[in-house]
């Protein structure tokens, strides 16, 4: 079976987030090491564009969240948790968060793209020209780059949209190239 058909059965068909029945995906929960089945969620359009943009977030449809962080798969309750600390200025995603409760490892993942840090505490990416990158940005790559652990390159001036930060390290982006998702050096890339 394919990762997204055992998604499929495993939630009974519907977004793992939201409940939503209509275009579902797979999102591979960042960062990529995990992968798989049990480093992805099967959600609806609408749930990942927002996780993946946090410029559309719409906090009411995040509401779900209340039924979806019990999740009894650590991939869903990531990425809950992390949609809760984005949002808990807001208050009711604070309250819900106050109640979560992860295994150590679990929140340990939760927390590597930085989500819910503060901004202070951030580490900071910055593409060539110093320009600071956020998730959800599109960058150009500037030069070819060999893919770590496969013959792909990726090729200069290709776009990678949606990229997704490393928050262990400054010099590390994720992002999608030709469909598989990869570890770009951030001095190789310009902000678009
Ligand atoms: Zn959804």
């Given amino acids: 079976m394919s990762v997204l058909e055992e998604l499929k059965s495993r939630s009974n068909g519907v977004c793992e987030l939201c409940g939503a029945t209509d275009n ?3 999102y591979e929960v960042p960062p990529v090491s995990t992968g798989g089945v049990d480093g992805s969620v099967l959600a609806c359009n609408t749930c ?3 996780v993946e943009d946090p410029q559309t977030t719409d906090a009411n449809h995040w509401r779900c969240l209340n039924d979806s962080m019990w999740s009894e798969h650590d991939a869903v309750k990531v990425v809950a948790w992390r949609m809760l600390s984005r949002l808990k200025a807001e208050g009711w995603p604070q309250d819900l968060l106050d109640m979560m409760y992860m295994e150590p490892e679990t929140l340990e993942w939760a927390q590597a793209t930085g989500e819910g840090v503060a901004e202070a505490d ?11 990158l956020e998730n959800g940005d599109s960058v150009v790559l500037i030069k070819d780059l060999k893919v770590k652990g496969s013959s792909m390159v990726a090729k200069q001036g290709t776009a990678v949209r949606r ?8 010099e590390y982006i994720e992002g999608k190239v030709d469909g598989q998702q990869i570890v770009i050096i951030t001095k190789y890339v310009k902000k678009i």
Avoid: T, Y
Wanted: net charge negative.
């Fill in 122 to 132: 951030k580490i900071i990416h910055r593409d060539v020209n110093g320009v600071v």
């Fill in 48 to 50: 990942i564009g927002q």
């Fill in 163 to 170: 990229i997704s930060l490393d928050h262990e390290n400054a």
């Fill in 24 to 26: 579902l995906s797979v």
